[in-house]
C-alpha cells in the first residue's frame, strides 16, 4: 500500500513535500467504519492544501480511546479503504491517542479538525500554533457517526 507511510520514512517524505513547497494539511482520526461523513470531511480536509496526510489510530490507541470492543475493523483495513479515496495522499499509523509527536514531526501547514472542537479545546491546538501552523475546523455532516452505524446495527 504505496500511501501508507512506516514512521522511519516520514522525515525523508516530509523533507521532500517541503522542499517541492508543498502546502502540507494533516488530520488525524479512527476511521473505523467508513462513512460519509468521514469522505466528506477528508475531501475539505483537503481542500486547504497540496498534500493530505492521515493519522491514523492504530488498533492500541483506538482501544485506549473507544474501548475493548472497538475497532470493528483492523488498522490495516482501516489504512486500505483510506488509501482509495483521491483525496488521501498519505497515511500514517500512530500508537498514541493524541497525534501531537506526529505534528511535531511533521509541521503541517493546516491541521484540521471537527468542529466540534474550538482552539481553546483542541489539544493539539498549542502544539500546531507553536510552530506557525494553522488550524481549519471542518462541520460534520449531521447524523453520521460509526457509533450510529454499529448502535443500527444491534
Known amino acids: 500500500m504505496e500511501k501508507l507511510i512506516e514512521k522511519e520514512n ?3 517524505i516530509i523533507k521532500k513535500l517541503k522542499s517541492e513547497n508543498k502546502k502540507i494539511v494533516f488530520t488525524n482520526g479512527c476511521f473505523d467504519i467508513l462513512h460519509a ?3 466528506r470531511y477528508l475531501k475539505e480536509s483537503k481542500k486547504f492544501g497540496d498534500i493530505l496526510i492521515v493519522g491514523l489510530n492504530s ?3 483506538v482501544k485506549k480511546i473507544k474501548g475493548e470492543s472497538r475497532p470493528i475493523n483492523p488498522e ?3 489504512a486500505e479503504v483510506l488509501a482509495g479515496l483521491e483525496a488521501v495522499n498519505y497515511i500514517v ?4 491517542t493524541s497525534p501531537v509527536k506526529l505534528l511535531e514531526e511533521i509541521k503541517p501547514d493546516i491541521y484540521t479538525k471537527g468542529a466540534d472542537y474550538t482552539v481553546e479545546t483542541l489539544p493539539e491546538a498549542k502544539t500546531v500554533l507553536s510552530y506557525g501552523g494553522k488550524i481549519e475546523f471542518i462541520k460534520f455532516l449531521e447524523g453520521r457517526s460509526t457509533t450510529k452505524i454499529i448502535d443500527k446495527i444491534k
Not at 499509523?93 to 498514541?96: A, G, I, K, T
Open 10 to 12: 516520514l522525515d525523508n
Open 37 to 39: 461523513g468521514h469522505v
Open 59 to 61: 488498533d492500541i490507541s
Open 76 to 78: 490495516m483495513d482501516r
Open 93 to 96: 499509523l500512530f500508537d498514541e
